[in-house]
């Protein structure tokens, strides 16, 4: 069964009861069992709209991660919608360095949740904090993997619109310490075939990541990317964003105005040459 047919089959749940059930909070699941399928072990992290466990598949024990949308969440459709969609993205995306799902449902008491290939390793974001900026060999091998994550999203018209290193996990596979998966499509967009372009009009992203064009809340395409993986590929090299500031406009601001400072003043020891385009 596609994810897709799976997604429009979860049983409904009534809103009143989902929201009684805010009170039960989601960082006290572990140990629990999901439709008798998937056991959480450990809470791994925490966001916004969901949390995420390490987990097991019961029968296959299988270890897996396991993404639980918060109940006051489960009630509103737009949450709802908004998380089927993130994991109908992904679905669609089999590659090497894109993390896989596999599976979405949700439990008679309301819960709706996500089961994603478990990774054992750490955030590149986590790393640089740790080890501070790369050498440029390491900083290339890193950002060619999520460049080749990217052209495959980009060729089924999505765009991820959220790249930086916090969405970039590395783990050790085949000898390699730096193999990477990207994460984390909850604000992705389909491209619209005719227009090429996203709906407009709300500014989402980390700002010290989008392009102008996403700052102004403009169509965005592959290009937005493109430019996210650029300021990505500068914070490895030099240990920080080409723009900070002291809030959120302010960051969105230099995009759209300001040039960025020169890497190879930042990093003497990197050499940037200048191609034709």
Not at 11 to 22: H, K, N, V
Not at 91 to 108: F, G, N, Q, S
Not at 203 to 231: K, N
Request: with cysteine.
């Amino acid at each position: 069964m596609s994810t897709e047919k799976k997604i429009r089959q979860l049983p409904s749940t009534d809103e009143a009861r989902l929201l009684a059930l805010s009170s039960r909070s989601v960082e006290e699941l572990a140990g629990t069992t999901l439709l008798d399928r998937y056991r959480l072990i450990e809470l791994r992290g925490e966001g916004g709209a969901a949390v995420v466990y390490r987990g097991q598949h019961v029968i296959m024990q299988k270890p897996v991660a396991v993404k639980v949308l918060r109940p006051e969440h489960s009630a509103r459709q737009d949450y709802i919608r908004r998380f089927i969609a993130e994991a109908r993205t992904v679905a669609k995306l089999k590659h090497e360095h894109i993390v896989d799902i596999l599976d979405i449902d949700r439990t008679e008491d309301g819960f709706v949740f996500c089961v994603m290939e478990y990774l054992e390793g750490e955030e590149l974001g986590a790393t640089l904090d740790r080890e501070g900026p790369m050498p440029v060999g390491r900083a290339r091998h890193i950002v060619i993997q999520v460049a080749e994550a990217l052209a495959a999203a980009h060729a089924v018209g999505i765009v991820h619109r959220d790249v930086k290193p916090q969405n970039i996990f590395r783990v050790r596979r085949a000898g390699d310490d730096d193999y990477v998966k990207l994460l984390d499509f909850g604000i992705a967009k389909q491209v619209d075939e005719q227009a090429g372009i996203t709906n407009t009009g709300t500014v989402m992203g980390t700002a010290e990541y989008m392009a102008p064009e996403q700052c102004r809340a403009r169509p965005v395409d592959a290009r937005a990317d493109i430019y996210s993986l650029g300021v990505t590929l500068f914070e490895l090299l030099s240990g920080r964003c080409p723009f900070e500031g002291e809030g959120f406009l302010d960051v969105l601001m230099k995009h759209v105005n300001e040039r960025p400072p020169r890497l190879s003043v930042l990093v003497p020891s990197v050499s940037v040459r200048r191609t034709a385009s």
